[in-house]
Every structure is written in structure tokens, then in C-alpha cells.
């Protein structure tokens, strides 16, 4: 665990016991159960991290984070994010670039599995977020080697609270 605040929980994700593969905040809500390797696995997955290289913590949950100040943080921190709203639908995700956070949505620009930008940022509900993934290997490689990011223009923000609002230009 990296952090807690607010109603998250922030954690280094661990892959295949061995490699840690950016960070995975989660909703306090939906954490259920903690699960405790037993002592030998636990030794093994200890050796495995410092022998590998275990990166520092460069992540900070905001004091009393809220959905908007995740969100903000993981996009000051990170190319691309990858926001899940499982409890809409649980293969949900979305990965791109955090373009505007408003008073109870967010916009955010798309980059699909073939790394093409969608035309035009998406929005989506706060409340429909239950975790949020950034510096994973996957959203890297996308930010890496998709295609460049559309020329984008400042937008008007609707209610004051503009990120970057991003506008493909013509």
C-alpha cells in the first residue's frame, strides 16, 4: 500500500508476484478483504522486487481525496491514465488523456488498443469511477508508441474548472 486518503487507497500493483507495474488506487469501498501470502511466498516475492529493482514512491494521494483530485493527481503524474467504471460495467476502461474536470463529469481524450486517438474527448460521470491505473506497462507502451496525440485547442470551459479542455483541431 502506498496511501490512503479520502476514499481512496493507493497501491503499487503487483504483477505475477514479482514485478510491480505502476499503481492501482482503488475505491475504500470496494476494498472487501486483505489476502496475506503465506511466509515462503512472501520471502520469494520480497526477493524477487529487490532483485528486480523496486521503484521508489513517487505518488501522493491528495489530503482528503475526492474522485477530481485522483484524477488531477494521476494525470500530473502520468502521459496516460486508465480510469475503470466497473460499476457500470465491469470490462469498462478508458485510457487517454485527462482533458477537463467540471463540477460532476470529466472529459478525457481516448486512446484505443491500436494506440489511434479518438476524434474527440469523451465524457464521463465521477461517480462511475472505481479505479484509477497509471505507470502500469500497458498505458506506457500506448503513450510510447501509439500515434502522437491531435493538435487540440483550448475549449471554453463550461463551469470555470478547465483543465486543458482539449479541442481537435479541424
Known sequence: MVGISGDWVALHRLMDTAYIDGYDIVRLQDVTELDHDDDDKAAY????????????????????????????????????????????????????HLCRLGAEEFDIHLIGPEGHWSREP???????????????????????????RPAV???SARDGSLLCNCVVEP
Not at 469511477?129 to 510510447?144: E, P, Q
Open 45 to 96: 516475492t520480497e526477493r524477487a522486487i529487490a532483485g528486480l529493482g523496486r521503484p521508489a514512491v513517487g505518488f501522493r494521494l491528495p489530503p482528503s481525496a475526492t474522485t477530481p483530485a485522483v484524477l488531477h493527481a494521476a494525470a500530473d503524474s502520468a502521459q496516460l491514465i486508465v480510469v475503470h467504471t466497473e460499476a457500470t460495467d465491469e470490462d469498462a476502461l478508458l485510457i487517454g
Open 122 to 148: 469523451g465524457q464521463w460521470r465521477f461517480e462511475d469511477v472505481t479505479r484509477i491505473v497509471f505507470h502500469d506497462r500497458y498505458s506506457t507502451a500506448l503513450a510510447r508508441y501509439g500515434d502522437t
Open 153 to 155: 485547442h483550448a475549449g
